[in-house]
């Protein structure tokens, strides 16, 4: 049996993403969201090319929206907003074929 979904929201979760998510290579939906998490969205956040639901809403995540996201081909929903990221998002989002729904504020 393979984890499809990892669902932590309002866990009062504090640290880092760690890098081992990437290796949940069959996950589908990631749901972080309303917790304490800081740091960067990990690159290895590419390795998820099953990932269709990524909800990391209101956290303390930094940095800004990494480009690597658009290696989920099948992503069609991705909420990071409240949280304190910066930067701009990354133009190539236009381009992917599936996404239905993206909250950044």
Do not use: W
Not at 7 to 20: K, T, V
Not at 25 to 39: A, M, P
């Amino acid at each position: 049996m393979h984890l499809q979904t990892l669902n932590f929201e309002d866990n009062n979760l504090r640290g880092a993403i760690p890098s081992e998510i990437g290796q949940l290579s069959r996950l589908q939906e990631l749901k972080l969201n309303s917790n304490q998490i800081s740091g960067n969205i990990p690159t290895e956040i590419s390795n998820l090319t099953e990932l269709t639901s990524l909800e990391l809403q209101q956290n303390r995540l930094t940095g800004s929206i990494p480009s690597h996201v658009l290696a989920c081909k099948k992503l069609s929903m991705i909420n990071v907003e409240g949280n304190q990221l910066s930067g701009t998002i990354p133009t190539n989002f236009e381009h992917m074929q599936v996404l239905k729904e993206s909250k950044y504020s």
